[in-house]
């Protein structure tokens, strides 16, 4: 089983975060920001990964380092849980529609990290969650999943459908990623993955 577990404190979270890649969907969160939770709950089912978070954060700022440090511990822990990275796809792409959206995400397990976010929510809030923080969950996926990940909204109006698409999209593809390809190879024809 591919899982990994991680405490992390700051002066301004407190998280206690499990993964196991080789899920069935299963999650328990509570990050204290609704819409947040909502996302991370979609995304642990559309990946089929089991996602545990419980977050204490300085919701009272706002929701920032609470999204921003669930997105840095989440991107630790796929890279402990993938290990050596032998016998992964590395790749995962996925089209994500939400009624009148149209989403995409697309990932490479490449060790050389990067986002590409085109997303143009025009509502700036969902609730409680600002819905830049998106983008900010996602680069500290990246940044510390040591991932190239591109995002896109192709099209659509509706900012909640719009985020929501994304992370869907998102869940496909990490799944195919890091999915087994059915051989006992590192795919990399360096040889070598970062991280």
């Known amino acids: 089983m591919r899982t990994a577990e991680l405490k992390r404190e700051t002066k301004e979270t407190k998280i206690d975060i499990q993964l196991n890649l080789d899920g069935t969907g299963e999650s328990s969160i ?30 009272w700022v706002d929701a920032h380092h609470t999204v921003e ?21 590395r790749y995962g792409s996925s089209y994500m529609p939400m009624d009148e959206t149209l989403a995409r995400a ?38 510390n999943g040591r991932l190239t990940l591109h995002l896109a909204v192709l099209y659509g109006s509706n900012s909640h459908h719009m985020i929501e698409g994304l992370f869907k999209a998102f ?23 970062e991280g």
Do not use: C
Request: glycine letters at 10%.
């Open 30 to 59: 509570q990050t204290g920001v609704g819409f947040f939770d909502h996302m991370l709950t979609l995304l642990a089912f559309h990946s089929q990964m089991d996602l545990h978070v419980k977050v204490e954060g300085d919701t």
């Open 69 to 89: 440090d669930v997105g840095i511990a989440l991107g630790q822990l796929i890279v402990k849980s993938l290990g050596d990275k032998v016998g992964i796809r």
């Open 171 to 193: 869940g496909r593809a990490l799944a195919e990623a890091v999915s087994s390809d059915g051989t006992n190879r590192l795919p990399s024809t360096k040889g070598w993955i």
């Open 106 to 143: 697309v990932i490479d397990v490449s060790g050389r990290p990067f986002l590409v976010y085109q997303a143009d929510i025009r509502n700036p809030k969902l609730g409680d969650f600002d819905t830049e923080l998106a983008e900010e969950f996602f680069r500290a996926v990246a940044m």
